[in-house]
C-alpha cells in the first residue's frame, strides 16, 4: 500500500487560487491514474481531475473545466491540483488518489482507486 499525504489546503476568497500537493510515500509507478476527489458536508465523494501514469489528457469534471488542472513529478512521487477562481461550490475536503485503472481511462470513479490520502481541506468564502 502507498502512503499518500496532501497539502495545500485552506481558506481563500471566491476569485483566489490554491495549489495542493500529493506526496506518495514511494513510487506509484505499478498505478495507472493519479487523481484528486472531493467531499462537501452531506455530499457524496466526487471525482475532480485525473491523469494517467502512461501520458495522455487529464480527465476533468465538468465543473472545473478550465479552472483546475493536474500536474505530476513523476520523479519525486507527487502530483499537484492547482485551482484558480475558486468558487464557495468548491469548498469541500479534497483527498488524492492513486489507482490501477480498471476502465483504461483514469475515469472520476472511487473504484478506479486504491490508494488514498487523509485530505486537506479547502474553503472558499464569498
Known amino acids: 500500500q502507498v502512503q499518500l499525504v496532501e497539502s495545500g489546503g485552506g481558506s481563500v476568497h471566491a476569485g483566489g487560487s490554491l495549489t495542493l500537493l500529493c506526496v506518495a510515500s514511494?513510487?506509484?509507478?505499478?498505478?495507472?491514474?493519479v487523481g484528486w476527489f472531493r467531499q462537501a458536508p452531506g455530499k457524496e465523494r466526487e471525482g475532480v481531475i485525473s491523469?494517467?501514469?502512461?501520458?495522455?489528457?487529464?480527465v476533468y469534471a465538468d465543473s472545473v473545466k478550465g479552472r483546475f488542472t493536474i500536474s505530476r513529478d513523476n520523479t519525486r512521487n507527487r502530483w499537484y491540483l492547482e485551482m484558480d477562481t475558486l468558487s464557495p461550490e468548491d469548498t469541500a475536503m479534497y483527498y488524492c488518489?492513486?489507482?490501477?485503472?480498471?476502465?483504461?481511462?483514469?475515469?472520476?470513479?472511487?473504484?478506479?482507486?486504491?490508494?488514498w490520502g487523509q485530505g486537506t481541506q479547502v474553503t472558499v468564502s464569498a
Open positions: 491523469i494517467s501514469l502512461r501520458g495522455g489528457k487529464p
Open positions: 488518489a492513486a489507482g490501477g485503472s480498471v476502465s483504461g481511462n483514469c475515469l472520476l470513479r472511487t473504484d478506479e482507486y486504491s490508494d
Open positions: 514511494r513510487s506509484v509507478a505499478s498505478r495507472d491514474c
